[in-house]
């Protein structure tokens, strides 16, 4: 069984330029959450998608969106990138509701310069 | 809404020591409660959750929570500290199934553990 995996492990990207971040799930899994994690504070929930569709929605605003794909794996995609935006973004992985645990993966690093 | 409250961000204890890291929480719902932890450079690992049932929840490295409805609490314990518990511990709470899937994370305990 493998783990969640994601890609890549560091980007650094100017202000105004777009970003795609890629994350498999773990075996298994039809669900996948995305998170912000800035320097010093808890993950903040983006959104998440449950077989190919958005399924919750964090405060974030429309540039972030997301993709999910046949095998469950998925993409985050930041448009405009602002300073602000420079953080470890984490994918998670779970077997659809809430009451399951969710797996998380190692995380990018996102430096917006 | 659901929100996690995480008392002290920094906790300091001695090798051997009792280790207690302070997670309250606000819930509209009947909460499910996790504890994770993460090391530098790493991803979030799950120590332990709470769904229903037992309110006391073991967990893995030896730490165990228990949760305490009437004080909306969920604190982490474990016995001895080891050297290797050295990291940053995340409470959260997410809402039942059917009202949404969303993890509510607190800001963080940094636990030190000195020899």
């Known amino acids: 069984e493998t783990g969640v995996t994601q890609s890549p492990t560091h980007l650094i990207k100017t202000r105004g330029q777009q970003v795609t971040l890629r994350c498999s799930s773990q075996?298994?899994?039809?669900?996948v959450s995305w998170y912000q994690q800035a320097l010093g504070q808890g993950p903040q929930f983006i959104f998440q998608?449950?077989?190919?569709?958005?399924?919750g929605r964090g405060n974030f605003p429309p540039r972030f969106s997301g993709l999910q794909f046949p095998n469950y794996s998925s993409e985050l995609n930041v448009n405009a990138l602002e300073l602000d935006d420079s953080a470890l973004y984490l994918c998670?992985?779970?077997?659809?509701?809430?009451?399951?645990?969710?797996?998380f993966g190692p995380g990018t690093r996102l430096t917006v310069l | 809404a659901q929100s996690v409250t995480q008392l002290g961000s920094h906790v300091s204890v001695s090798e051997g020591a009792l280790v207690l890291l302070r997670c309250n929480y606000s819930?509209?719902?009947?909460?499910?409660l996790f504890w994770y932890v993460q090391y530098p450079n790493q991803g979030l690992q799950l120590l332990l959750k709470?769904?229903?049932?037992?309110?006391l929840v073991k967990g893995i490295n030896g730490f165990e929570a228990e949760f305490k409805k009437s004080e909306t609490s969920f604190h982490l314990t474990k016995p001895s500290a080891h050297m290797s518990d050295a990291a940053e511990y995340f409470c959260?709470?997410?809402?039942?199934?059917?009202?949404?899937?969303?993890?509510?994370f607190g800001t963080g305990t940094s636990l030190t553990v000195i020899p």
């Open positions: 998670a992985s779970s077997l659809g509701t809430s009451l399951n645990t969710q797996y």
């Open positions: 709470y769904t229903t049932g037992a309110t």
């Open positions: 819930s509209s719902v009947p909460p499910y």
């Open positions: 998608y449950y077989r190919e569709e958005e399924n």
């Open positions: 959260a709470v997410s809402a039942p199934p059917n009202t949404g899937n969303q993890f509510y």
């Open positions: 075996s298994g899994h039809n669900t």
